[in-house]
């Protein structure tokens, strides 16, 4: 009885050592979104639906100036052409060329409409706690669970339940949760593309939980490598 007690005390000691470690996992899902720390851009076309039916589509192309400056350009349609949002840590602020304005985006804000969709993929995982909540299998694949809540007053979200492949860590799904702990917005990562023999994100489902039938599709492309000036990140 003690030998067989000591042999499953190993086993499971030895199922443990194998689990990745919680941080890894974080930042090996991350990869898929970009080149972490490094300043880079690529281009994203996005077509919204409304019960069903569409209703809008733009194409913008998006700047990160290393891991703490966004800036987002519009480029199609040609009413929105020129308009510009910066996202600074806390911050994200819309300039429109024709009016000159510079409107700033509220923290509510940021919850609601196409604005959310920026900052779920702009989600900063180092601003939350993240833990291994369990496996799951997901048509027929073993599945990590993973939970992140907040730990930064800069984070978006109150708490996101994520979900990653076991070998890959390739996200599959996330949910955002607001300061309410209603579920608010959920992404369900499609496919992804291959560049210079790393992947990254292709396509994104993103569904309103809220209503039903609303969900916009979001193609992502074109990422590559490039340095940019700071004047570029002013308001």
């Known amino acids: 009885m003690i030998r067989f007690s000591i042999f499953l005390l190993i086993f499971l000691s030895s199922i443990a050592l194998a689990l990745p470690n919680i941080d890894d996992i974080v930042l090996k899902v991350d990869d898929y979104r970009g ?77 609601i409409g196409e604005a959310s969709n920026g900052d779920v993929f702009n989600t900063d995982y180092n601003y939350y706690y993240p833990s291994l909540k369990g496996e799951e299998i997901i048509d027929g694949k073993p599945v990590l669970h993973l939970t992140l809540k907040e730990k930064d007053k800069r984070a978006t979200y109150k708490r ?15 949910e955002h949760y607001g300061n309410s702990g209603k579920l608010i917005k959920i992404a369900y990562y499609k496919s992804f593309i291959k560049v210079n023999n790393r992947e990254f994100l292709n396509e ?13 599709k979001v193609l992502f492309d074109n990422y590559r490598l490039e340095d940019f000036p700071d004047n570029l990140f002013i308001r």
């Not at 996101?160 to 799904?173: N, R, S």
């Not at 994104?204 to 916009?216: D, E, F, K, S």
């Open 35 to 111: 080149y972490r720390g490094k300043s880079f851009k690529f281009d994203v076309k996005s077509i919204s639906y409304e019960q069903e039916q569409k209703v809008r589509a733009n194409k913008v192309e998006v700047l990160f100036k290393r891991s703490d400056k966004v800036l987002v350009r519009f480029l199609e349609p040609k009413r929105e052409a020129g308009r510009r949002i910066l996202i600074d840590e806390k911050n994200m602020w819309l300039s429109i060329p024709t009016t000159r304005n510079i409107i700033r985006i509220s923290p509510a804000q940021r919850l």
């Open 160 to 174: 996101v339940e994520l979900w990653a492949d076991k070998e890959t860590f390739k996200p599959i799904k996330a």
């Open 204 to 216: 994104v489902l993103m569904v309103n939980p809220l209503i039903q039938g609303n969900y916009t």
